[in-house]
């Protein structure tokens, strides 16, 4: 399926009928991962994160809020920066973890070429847990108007997806584009987990604009 995004949609779906059996089994493989302390640090332990319900495997990261206060801001220093700044560091940067997941990053490079993007920016692996929720919130900065956000979706028995005004279930072998400026919420409902890889990629143009991609080889 080729991308065709409208000005007017804050959720499109881009490609489907994808193939991720490689990347979850590499995932599950290497659950380990979700337990890292620079995961838990960065979005699950602050009173006001909304991924209590999903930790999540950091494969490309940028990390401009440590260089306030040393190596680790206190939660004070870091809502008060994302509220007044947002996230500024346009430029990530490869993880440990990346190198244990060559099939993730194999999937993301795909995704890069097939949209002949410019430069890749965070990627993570979120699982999402069974009954959980992600509570809105909205992504804002320099890093998120220069970035559009995709989620490739690995596993699951599909989950409810809210951006704005407009909610969509998203399927297992789905991929998705979002405006992540706008405020969005998800709610697994099944009794599994839900893995999405979620990758940020500079396209050609503004974030709103209409799109035509190239087809996406197989990524299995």
């Given amino acids: ?7 007017e949609r804050q959720l499109q ?5 994808v193939n991720f059996e490689k990347q979850l089994t590499e995932i599950n493989d290497n659950a380990g991962l979700f337990a890292s302390e620079l995961e838990a640090d960065f979005r699950q332990d602050f009173d006001a994160s909304p991924f209590k ?5 950091i494969c490309r990261m940028s990390y401009d809020a ?4 040393g190596d680790k801001p206190t939660e004070a ?5 994302l509220v007044e700044k947002g996230l500024t560091n346009l430029q990530a940067f490869d993880t440990e973890q990346y190198d244990e997941l060559t099939e993730v990053r194999r999937a993301v490079t795909m995704l890069s070429q097939a949209l002949a993007s410019e ?3 965070r990627v993570l692996v979120a699982r999402l847990k069974p009954g959980g929720h992600i509570s809105p919130h909205k992504d804002y900065g320099p890093y998120h108007d220069h970035y559009d956000r995709f989620h490739l979706c690995v596993s699951g028995d599909g989950c409810l997806f809210r951006c704005g005004q407009e909610t969509v279930k998203m399927l297992p072998g789905e991929i998705w584009w979002f405006h992540n400026n706008d405020e969005h919420e998800v709610w697994n409902h099944s009794e599994e987990p839900r893995d999405h890889i979620i990758v940020d990629l500079k396209l050609r143009g503004d974030k709103r604009a209409i799109r035509t991609g190239g087809n996406l080889p197989a990524v299995h």
């Fill in 77 to 81: 220093e870091l809502v008060k920066h």
């Fill in 66 to 69: 440590i260089e306030m206060e």
């Fill in 1 to 7: 399926m080729l991308i065709t995004r409208y000005n």
């Fill in 13 to 17: 779906l881009v490609y489907d009928a």
């Fill in 119 to 121: 430069q890749i920016g």
């Fill in 53 to 57: 319900d999903a930790p999540c495997i």
